[in-house]
């Protein structure tokens, strides 16, 4: 659906002054090739050009990976923004004020007090890293150093040191011309006791910058033993810590993102990129929280975890799994030796050794499987017993009965209990659930009859017809409103086409012509996008378009018909064998399955009545 707060026709004036040519090729190399432009992809690695521009339907689509869209899908991708905010990117980028109800008095004043808060951040980040240049700032260049970070990274991640005083900065920021209350908004300044002093001191700085390139807050870590260890800025109306991940703004530039890694520590992130591994991030030394693990979808479902190898840590990593799997993502953990971090790893075991790791990560499940083991002594019986059905109660959760087999044989192997028997406990445990109130999951081998006659009931003739009837509505509004015409209460079976059937509907309603980028607009959910982009570039070849419409809907009709004869036959073998052959129903639906194959017969297929 498009967003609430931006009208349509703002919408469709922003998509129209940015030409999509122009946009990407701001982004990536396009050569012309026939009536479209042809680059590398974006989304993808290749050697041989197949991502494509159509300047005419203002669509890019890759033959290699799927990716489609129109312009506004292509900023979002690119810079990782929600649709909205890509509207209002493309609207700035063309010098288009926004609509009135965003341009509030109060709305354009609070965003110019946020921009002030980053200026802050950012000539405060510069002073620290001024700072840890000078002489005042030699024992924190001396500790990086021995850390072992050189002064390329130093300068690649903004580091900085804040001076041994109570009031260094809090001057410093003052003396270029901000206000003391936005300094205190900002958490750089504490107010206590009718007091300001500077929040970090003698600390080394790490400036933390959100996914957009701002410096948001800070983190300030000690060079002694002094605690606390680490320090992070206060909330503000620019920082929440449970919304940013440092090194992301870094991690996001390399093209194209094939897996993040999460570590605990800025350090952790440092060395990884030191050592070539530009794909880690780390959650500010707090729990994963749902809103970093959707941050991290945006860019890539492939999910490494490389927390300490201590218990803290592990425990932290069984934290942080369900919550990135109910994002979406794909998990693994790297399984780091016991009382190390990745910054340990690297400067003490070297690249190749971490690569292992890497190459080693186990999956969500096994992680869970395998930390539940160690709390259990597989020697005695009553507690082989009961780490067997907690582990039932993990793979409860495996939606994929072929992955589940595989951790039942797993788990036979570890516990000597027979498969069928752990089917058996899982079936009950599910069962108990269920009645719970719990969400209720196919277990063991179960089949989804349902699904199965579906997909031996979907034709692919049909959903051909599906597509070529939607390409064909783009055309004109004139084509649209004739298709609609004769689909009467035809429907069709694929969700995504049904979906862009009511997208046809809703824009004639308004007199609107069904373009395919504008239909795009309605369309931000990333699969469905891809697969509707592929229908918009067929390339259909016919001698008479009436003709050619009537043919697909023919085939329509066919597949309704013979769904509806499936059916029906199921329905009859049913009553039959439940002995009511002979009720008024069973003859009532018998009458029905002759009518279709009367029909059928007369349109050529040739099938005989029932009875």
């Not at 036979?412 to 027979?418: I, K, L, P, V, Y």
């Not at 003709?547 to 018909?561: A, G, W």
Request: charged fraction near 30%; include cysteine; aromatic fraction near 8%.
């Amino acid at each position: 659906m498009l967003s609430n707060f931006l009208p349509e026709d703002f919408i469709e004036e922003v998509r129209i002054a940015n030409d999509i040519t122009d946009v990407i090729s701001e982004y990536i190399s396009l050569r012309p090739r026939g009536r479209n432009y042809f680059g590398l992809c974006p989304f993808h690695n290749e050697k041989t050009p197949s991502f494509s521009v159509d300047p005419q339907k203002q669509l890019y689509h890759c033959f290699g990976c799927g990716e489609g869209g129109n312009v506004f899908n292509f900023i979002m991708a690119q810079e990782r923004l929600d649709f909205v905010d890509s509207v209002k990117f493309l609207a700035e980028r063309k010098g288009i004020p926004l609509p009135g109800t965003l341009n509030s008095v109060q709305d354009e004043e609070a965003k110019r007090q946020r921009q002030v808060l980053y200026n802050i951040n950012r000539t405060a980040a510069m002073y620290y890293h001024h700072n840890l240049l000078s002489s005042e700032g030699r024992s924190a260049l001396e500790y990086l150093q021995s850390r072992g970070i050189d002064n390329k990274t130093i300068r690649t991640f903004g580091l900085g040191y804040s001076p041994d005083s109570w009031n260094s900065t809090m001057n410093y920021l003052l003396d270029q011309g901000f206000d003391e209350r936005l300094l205190i908004q900002t958490g750089l300044v504490v107010e206590k006791d009718k007091s300001t002093y500077d929040r970090f001191r003698n600390r080394v700085m790490f400036p933390i910058i959100d996914y957009r390139d701002r410096v948001v807050g800070f983190g300030g870590r000690v060079m002694d033993d002094s605690v606390p260890k680490y320090l992070n800025s206060s909330e503000s109306p620019i920082f929440n810590k449970s919304s940013v991940l440092f090194g992301l703004n870094l991690a996001k530039k390399q093209r194209p993102i094939d897996n993040l890694i999460i570590v605990e520590g800025y350090l952790d992130v440092i060395t990884l990129y030191e050592f070539g591994f530009r794909n880690a991030v780390a959650s500010l030394g707090t729990a994963l929280t749902h809103e970093q693990a959707k941050l991290l979808r945006r860019y890539t479902p492939n999910i490494y975890i490389a927390y300490d190898g201590d218990i803290a840590g592990q425990k932290a990593t069984a934290r942080g799994l369900d919550i990135l799997k109910d994002a979406g993502c794909n998990v693994r953990v790297i399984m780091l030796p016991k009382g190390m971090d990745p910054d340990d790893i690297l400067r003490k075991q070297g690249i190749e050794y971490f690569k292992k790791l890497i190459n080693n990560a186990v999956s969500l499940t096994d992680f869970k499987l395998e930390m539940l083991r160690s709390e259990y002594d597989l020697n005695n019986q009553e507690e082989k017993v009961e780490f067997a059905t907690k582990a039932a109660e993990i793979l409860i959760g495996l939606e994929n009965p072929l992955e589940r087999d595989i951790y039942i044989q797993k788990l036979n192997t570890t516990t000597g209990f027979r498969p069928e028997l752990i089917y058996r406990l899982i079936d009950q445990l599910d069962s108990r659930g269920s009645r719970l109130g719990l969400k209720r999951k196919s277990v063991g081998n179960n089949r989804d009859t349902t699904n199965i006659s579906k997909a031996r009931l979907r034709l692919p003739a049909n959903i051909k017809a599906e597509k070529h009837l939607i390409r064909l509505m783009t055309e004109s509004e004139e084509m649209a409103k004739k298709i609609l015409s004769q689909l009467d209460d035809l429907e069709f079976e694929d969700s995504i086409h049904r979906e862009v059937i009511d997208i046809i509907k809703r824009l004639l309603e308004k007199d609107i012509e069904p373009h395919p980028a504008q239909i795009l607009n309605y369309v931000q959910e990333h699969p469905s996008r891809g697969k509707i982009t592929e229908i918009f570039k067929l390339e259909m070849e016919y001698d008479n378009v009436d003709k050619y419409i009537k043919d697909c809907i023919d085939e329509l009709r066919r597949y309704q018909l013979e769904k509806r004869a499936n059916y029906l036959k199921e329905q009859i073998t049913k009553m039959e064998l439940e002995g009511e052959s002979g009720s008024p129903q069973y003859w009532k639906l018998v009458e029905e399955l002759n009518a279709i194959n009367r029909m059928n017969k007369l349109g050529g297929t040739g099938k005989e009545e029932v009875m």
